[in-house]
């Protein structure tokens, strides 16, 4: 075996050994998640934060983003169950930026890393982020808008969120689809050129 065969399987071993513990630390931090958010459901409560003691520590618990705080609790002193107005939301795009990240760790550890699939995941985690961005400035003013149309409940206020957390998730959505885009005109320049990446 040459050397240079030698250095390409000792790459495929590390990124092998280093996608099986990513994929163990995204499972670990996914089932971190849906612990919590079970916790909330579990509570039957609309409150989206519990300050739970154990012996002499305390943890909080929080079933949406810090920044929606302030609007969870003007929904709750409307009468509003605001965990599942906003805890939901924040669970669904948190999970499925883990399932794709699963996903790509996945071919990862099976040694595709430039291939279509793997562009397409990468692809996948950026519009979830982006998206979740998005949502994450417009969801309260829409839940303010439809429940002020729609119900009897006191007035809410339109708001908008922008702030470095909104920012932070657009840009890294928008930087995750750059990526993902490169990454698929190598895939396909390997495949029309064959070029050993």
């Known amino acids: ?6 250095k390409k399987t000792q790459t495929i071993h590390r990124i092998i050994r280093l996608s099986k513990i990513t ?3 995204i499972l670990i931090g996914g089932a971190i998640h849906i612990s919590v958010f079970l916790f909330f459901v579990g509570l039957n409560s609309d409150a989206v934060q519990s300050k739970q003691s ?13 920044k929606w705080s302030s609007y969870a609790s003007s929904l709750e002193s409307s009468g509003l169950n605001s965990f599942w107005i906003l805890g939901t939301v924040d669970f669904i ?5 883990l399932f794709f990240l699963f996903k790509l760790f996945c071919l990862y550890e099976k040694g595709e890393i430039f291939m279509a699939q793997s562009c397409r995941y990468l692809q996948l985690i950026g519009i979830t982020l982006f998206s979740y961005g998005i949502v994450m400035i417009f969801l309260p003013s ?6 002020n149309l729609l119900f009897e409940f006191p007035k809410l206020e339109v708001n908008y969120y922008f ?3 909104e920012l932070t998730q657009l840009i890294w959505g928008a930087v995750i689809l750059v990526i993902s885009s490169i990454m698929k005109e190598a895939c396909t320049m390997k495949d029309e ?3 050993v990446i």
């Open 93 to 97: 795009a948190q999970l499925f930026v």
């Open 23 to 25: 994929k163990l630390m």
């Open 54 to 66: 154990f012996g002499d520590n305390n943890v909080n618990l929080s079933a949406i983003s810090e």
């Open 142 to 147: 829409a839940v303010s808008f439809i429940i």
């Open 163 to 165: 702030g470095s957390a």
């Open 1 to 6: 075996m040459s050397d240079k065969d030698s």
């Open 193 to 195: 050129q064959g070029l």
